[in-house]
């Protein structure tokens, strides 16, 4: 099935034909947006997702031609959100992406920003703390962060980043970051809040598989209740996010 877009009143739904056509549309948007960014303003600054999803896309970057085609010297990645493990941990998302490609390509070690984990901050609030205040030191000044791309997931509950239903976090608008605990994993997780992911230049959420169809539906087409579909509060400034899903996942749309 060829690609096609569905447009909905709460974004832009470009349809690939599944996993592996998403990872590699999601590449080639890493290479483009860091591209123009870079060429744009210096720099470019991406909010890398969690999950599973984007890892086939990591692999990508890491070769030709998407190697190739990223300034990677110019690049500033950052994570949208963190387990509170450790770094080795196979459940830390910035390991995943530094196995996957971010130790792979030439991107100097200072322009790698991963959340403090466990053993480098006392507790999970300390840590996103920490991480508000690498950003502003990155992005200068005080306003809020404006990534060039933000990328990120969606679980079948409909939760983006570590923005949970019915957490905490769902309601912050002040803080850059915010730990979160979140009962169904009894897990504290690390989180760009909303407003700094609304804030992206380019945000683009990656929906693949059958097991997300029901949560899409119900985040692009149900009733709005942020509460109970976090990825209802993706609504970024500057338009609409782009969401870029397999054939699977907008059966339901
Ligand atoms: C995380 C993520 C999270 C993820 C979704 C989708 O830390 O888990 O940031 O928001 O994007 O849970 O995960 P999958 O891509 O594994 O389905």
Known sequence: MTERTIETGRGLVRVVADAEA?????????AETT????AERGRAFVALSGGSTPQ????????????DRVPWERLELFW??????PSTSPESNAGVARRAFVDRVPIPAAQVHPFPTPDEAATPAAAAAAYAATLRRAFGGGGLPRFDLVLLGMGDDGHTASLFPRTAALAERSALAVANVVP????????LTAPVLNAGRRVVVLVAGAGKAEALRAVL???????????????????????????????LL
């Open 184 to 191: 169904k994993l009894d897990a504290d997780r690390l989180t």
């Open 22 to 30: 998403l990872a590699h549309a999601a590449a080639d948007l890493f």
């Open 35 to 38: 591209t123009e960014a870079a």
């Open 56 to 67: 086939r896309m990591g692999e990508l970057l890491a070769a030709a031609p998407h190697r």
């Open 221 to 251: 087409r149900g009733p709005a209740d942020p509460d109970t579909y976090p990825s209802q509060l993706i609504r970024p400034d500057a338009g609409h996010a782009l969401w870029l899903v397999d054939e699977a996942a907008v059966r």
């Open 80 to 85: 949208g959100d963190e387990r509170w493990v």
